[in-house]
């Protein structure tokens, strides 16, 4: 049986970042490793899942998996944010 997912695609600077959220059990992933993993920086993991608070979704029942390429750390967490919000707008 196929996964049902919402995709979309954030950009800023010189990042691109493909968002996919789907019915899960809260586990966030970027490019294979765990957001807190990959965006060390503080308040960047806050920064991003800001997007989830204001719509009111439960992280822990959502599964994100994200691309991100190019550009530096700010960037990408721009992009990642951007990419996430864009998903969540089209899974409502």
């Known amino acids: 049986m196929a996964v049902q997912y919402y995709e979309a695609v954030g950009r800023r600077k010189e990042s691109t970042a493909r968002v996919r959220v789907m019915n899960g059990t809260g586990q966030f992933s970027v490019n294979g490793k765990t957001l807190e993993g ?42 990642v944010q951007l990419g996430l919000s864009r998903a969540l707008v089209v899974m409502n």
């Open 38 to 79: 990959y965006f060390t920086r503080l308040g960047d993991p806050e920064k991003i899942v800001a997007p989830l608070q204001a719509t009111g979704e439960n992280r822990a029942q959502l599964d994100v998996t994200v691309v991100v390429k190019g550009g530096g750390v700010s960037g990408q967490t721009d992009a």
